[in-house]
């Protein structure tokens, strides 16, 4: 069975630090990782992918996630937070020979204070 | 390019009540995907058409169901609705081949049951 875990329900981190939003995966065979972001009364907006290739996936906002497979992880990270960087992350993987269906983390909660 | 459109945004049942959600994904994506939203049990999948066709399915009771109309328009039915059926419903539009399957989401359905 496919699953991920994000292990922290919060991150709280200052305006201008690094984050890092945790999340491993489990999985058969070689998964597509996502992360998403989601802000009060919104739906999910899309923020990277790693499919293959270079562990360290750029994606959007200046957010970038790295690829372990010895240690199944893909965590989130930003060099330097923003207030605005405050919202609800989710990490997921889709099997695909599985078809389309995304499994999603829990999700993490990202509040940056100035 | 439009983006995902739900309808309605928000809406009231009561307990035995059913309730239809209506989702217009992205022109020319032939993949929707339904999840559900809830702080107890996260974002689970409910089912994914494409083309017409039922091609995934998650573990939810019969009283879930959906259908895709020819022009890719989704629908969702939700019979019979219980007080735990209470829940932000997002529909998400992919192109459905030959892709990563990177969703795309609607602003989502809140649903309300008293």
């Known amino acids: 069975a496919q699953s991920v875990a994000q292990p922290e329900d919060q991150v709280n981190v200052a305006e201008g630090n690094p984050l890092t939003v945790k999340c491993t995966y489990s999985v058969s065979g070689n998964p597509y990782l996502f992360w998403y972001v989601q802000y009060p009364n919104r739906g999910l907006q899309f923020l990277l992918k790693?499919?293959?290739?270079?562990?360290l996936v750029k994606g959007s906002y200046g957010f970038e996630a790295e690829f372990n497979k010895s240690q199944t992880s893909f965590h989130l990270k930003k060099p330097s937070a923003l207030v605005s960087d405050s919202a609800l992350y989710f990490c997921?993987?889709?099997?695909?020979?599985?078809?389309?269906?995304?499994?999603f983390g829990k999700g993490t909660s990202l509040l940056v204070t100035p | 390019k439009a983006g995902v459109t739900q309808t309605p945004r928000y809406l009231i049942k009561t307990r035995g009540q059913q309730v239809t959600l209506s989702c217009s994904p992205i022109s020319g994506h032939r993949s929707v995907s339904w999840y559900q939203q809830t702080p107890g049990q996260g974002l689970q999948f409910l089912f994914e058409y494409f083309s017409e066709t039922q091609r995934n399915k998650g573990n939810f009771p019969g009283r879930f169901s959906g259908r895709q109309f020819s022009n890719s328009r989704s629908e969702m039915n939700v019979s019979t609705l219980e007080l735990g059926d209470s829940a932000l419903y997002l529909c998400?539009?992919?192109?459905?081949?030959?892709?990563?399957?990177?969703?795309?989401f609607g602003e989502g359905s809140r649903l309300t049951v008293l």
């Open positions: 997921a993987v889709r099997d695909p020979a599985r078809g389309y269906a995304l499994n």
């Open positions: 790693y499919i293959t290739g270079d562990n």
């Open positions: 998400a539009s992919s192109p459905g081949q030959g892709d990563t399957g990177e969703l795309f």
